[in-house]
């Protein structure tokens, strides 16, 4: 099958990428290599797929993404391309606007053009906002986002249902749950924390500790993502989370145990835009396609705490 996954250089976007060239797919892969962390990451995960041809193109570029993906007609579409980070919205909502709605909307509008089998989208379970309600599940009502990434990836759902009805474009929305694992993003807690650990600085606990966070480990995401790549629905929205939330002083002591080293903690008031627990029923995944993220936190952390040591270069 040829398969076009955008944000081929992203965390998810590369482990993906893999399985599907592993599995004998043709892989195109477009990035725009955006700045937002460091793009020699993002580089060192490309060399990870050999047999990926990649495109640098920016989806907000409507006339060259469009003779892109006319040119490559792709048979399956994984969207994973996107600005992501919720504190990051409220320092430059402008690139949100751009990647998240600009982009996915030159993206569906290629779709039309275009049509692929099936069109798979990342959402977020920031589109749950605060309802206190869990776990969280897809008939929950996600009207009150708080964040304006969590409002581009509830956007994304509303414009993909849109495309889906009038044009008959089969398009399935994922919610992924605090995902992790090895080369995972620098501006999440796993890097920011482990880095802290050991250089012997102290780890910002926000809301003094009291959060949860299902913590969902990178190579289920990917079983989850391609099984439902694999089975087009006219329109549907699936959670992807572990069914299982940890307590955030838990989830340190399991990457201190990770990584043999004990953490300084300074306690934080909680963060604007951040929601306190995090818990996704996996029901509707798990029905679908046979298959839900159970890894647990302690085996996944040292898969990422082996990588981390050898990426980053401590001993």
């Excluded at 893999?18 to 892989?27: E, H, K, N």
């Excluded at 986002?145 to 956007?155: D, G, I, M, N």
């Excluded at 043999?260 to 604007?272: N, S």
Aim: glycine share 6%; hydrophobic share 40%.
């Amino acid at each position: 099958m040829k398969v076009l996954v955008t944000g081929v250089a992203g965390f998810i976007g590369m482990h993906c990428a893999q399985r599907l060239l592993a599995r004998g797919d043709q892989v195109y892969g477009v990035d725009n290599l955006s700045a937002y962390y460091s793009v020699k990451l993002k580089k060192d995960r490309l060399k990870q797929l050999g047999n990926m041809r990649f495109e640098k193109i920016d989806l907000a570029s409507a006339a060259s993404f469009e003779k892109y993906f006319r040119k490559v007609k792709p048979q399956a579409v994984l969207h994973l391309a996107a600005q992501p980070g919720v504190r990051y919205s409220l320092e430059n909502p402008s690139a949100y606007v751009q990647s998240n709605l600009v982009g996915f909307a030159n993206l569906l509008e290629c779709c039309r053009r275009h049509p692929p089998r099936h069109l798979v989208f990342a959402s977020s379970s920031s589109v749950y906002g605060t309802n206190s309600k869990l776990p969280w599940s897809e008939t929950d009502n996600v009207d009150h986002p708080v964040s304006l990434y969590a409002a581009t990836k509830k956007s994304n759902e509303l414009m993909a249902h849109v495309y889906s009805h009038l044009y008959r474009i089969p398009a399935t929305g994922l919610r992924y749950f605090t995902v992790y694992g090895p080369w995972g993003r620098p501006d999440m807690s796993p890097v920011l924390f482990a880095q802290a650990i050991m250089q012997g600085k102290p780890i910002p606990v926000f809301n003094h500790g009291d959060m949860q966070r299902d913590f969902t480990y990178v190579d289920d995401v990917v079983e989850g993502t391609l099984r439902v790549l694999d089975r087009p629905a006219a329109y549907a929205i699936y959670n992807i989370g572990n069914h299982s939330p940890v307590r955030l002083r838990d989830y340190i002591a399991a990457l201190e145990s990770a990584l043999g080293k004990r953490a300084k903690l300074e306690m934080k008031p909680m963060q604007p835009g951040d929601v306190k627990a995090t818990y996704a029923d996996t029901a509707a995944l798990q029905e679908a396609v046979g298959f839900a993220p159970s890894t647990p936190l302690a085996t996944g952390l040292a898969r990422f705490a082996a990588w981390f040591k050898d990426y980053y270069r401590y001993d």
